[in-house]
């Protein structure tokens, strides 16, 4: 069997898809993206393309190192991205050639289940409360939210009160059992992220996400000495080599690689696992489409401390189009009881409809994040 041609599809709200063929028949989808620089990526995968059109596509571990170790500039979000679609498409290949979900030829399921958790409150956090009370009604054990709005390196202590007040008012609307993640996205810097986590320690988070951007990731040994909160951090961390450093140094609680940035399924997997032997648990980072997401489960299926999975449906983000949109059954990621069972169906376990892919492919989409500004006009960390 041999890679006979390929198509991108760059999708609406903000997704790359990548569909592999081969001259049997069989075709494989990945998801290679990064939010806000998909066109970047999608010219990555062309040259990463041209090595692979015409080679078999099992040989998953070797086209993983080509891609990887023979260009002299490896690693980085676009690179890594680029790689990882093609690596979830090749897997998706295999899977179907053999007729087995991809968990199974990883070395079968840690789990039935997966546990998941929703977005609330969008960008800059609002009506928290409410939102969590509804997705506790709709069945989900837990949420994530945005801690604050835009931060400077030492700023008012009352965007501190409005930070816990949010996170109050989802405490008490959803009860103490229910668990609650609080992402710092970056957007906080280490003298403001002492005082947010120690104020927000009383209501007992499931975990505090990037509370410094991973480039300072020394810092996080402060506050992990300040504060009892697990620490949550790695969506931008993009190999397995990144995620050494930071387990060695002992600080991060709960790794989040993303399988669409992080060298795919071959990476992930390796990273999860690697991180076990530090008793370090996992939460894979998935704001994106149904791949990813398929990806992941696949991925969490094998991994004895992947604890839960992040996803995107209803997420502030997917306006006009969503998770399910894509798919031809819809069924697959049904959520129960705050899980989602594992795709059990031959590679990731999904079936895209290619028709509504082409489709909104014709209408496309440039997603860009938002460029934030301080009232002194410097650049704010989104």
């Known amino acids: 069997m041999k890679i006979k041609s390929y198509d991108l599809f760059q999708v609406p709200p903000r997704w790359l898809f990548l569909k592999i063929e081969t001259d049997e028949g069989i075709t494989g989808w990945g998801e290679p993206v990064i939010e806000g620089k998909a066109a970047t990526v999608k010219r990555a995968v062309d040259e990463l393309m041209t090595y692979l059109v015409g080679k078999d596509p ?16 490896r ?47 969008g ?12 997705m506790a009604e709709n ?9 604050t709005e835009e931060l400077q390196y030492v700023d008012s202590y009352s ?47 499931m975990f505090i996400e990037e509370p410094v951007l991973p480039e300072n990731n020394e810092a996080l040994r402060e506050i992990a000495n300040h504060v009892a909160i697990p620490i949550a951090t790695g969506e931008r961390m993009f190999s397995k080599w990144q995620f050494k450093a930071l387990l060695c140094a002992g600080y991060a609680d709960i790794i989040q690689p993303d399988v669409s940035h992080a060298g795919g399924i071959t990476e992930c997997k390796k990273i999860i696992s690697m991180a076990e032997a530090f008793d370090v648990a996992a939460a894979p980072h998935c704001p994106l489409g149904p791949i990813a997401l398929a990806a992941c489960l696949q991925v969490d299926a094998t991994c004895h401390n992947a604890f839960i999975q992040e996803q995107s449906l209803g997420i502030h983000y997917n306006q006009g189009s969503d998770l399910l949109d894509y798919l031809v059954d819809k069924t697959v ?14 590679g990731l376990g999904i079936e895209i409809n290619e028709a509504y892919v082409r489709k909104m492919a014709a209408v496309g989409h440039q997603w860009q994040n938002p460029v934030w500004r301080h009232v002194d006009g410097s650049i704010a960390e989104w």
């Open 58 to 73: 099992m040989a998953i571990e070797d086209h993983w190192n080509v891609m990887y170790r023979a260009g002299f500039y």
């Open 139 to 147: 069945g989900f054990l837990a949420v994530k939210m945005n801690a």
């Open 123 to 134: 960008d800059r956090p609002a009506e928290v409360g409410l939102a969590a009370k509804r």
């Open 159 to 205: 965007k501190i009160d409005e930070a816990v007040k949010r996170m109050a008012a989802v405490r008490e609307a959803v009860g103490a059992d229910f668990g609650i993640g609080v992402d710092f996205h970056g957007r906080v810097h280490k003298p403001m992220a002492k005082i947010l986590a120690k104020e927000l320690e009383p209501y007992r988070p």
């Open 75 to 121: 690693g980085g979000p676009i690179l890594m991205s680029a790689i990882a679609g093609v690596d979830q498409a090749l897997w998706d290949i295999k899977g179907k050639y053999y007729q087995a979900p991809i968990h199974q030829l990883l070395g079968g399921k840690a789990r039935d289940k997966m546990k998941v958790y929703s977005w609330i409150g």
């Open 333 to 346: 990621f049904e959520y129960k009881d705050g899980y989602v069972n594992i795709p059990e169906k031959p």
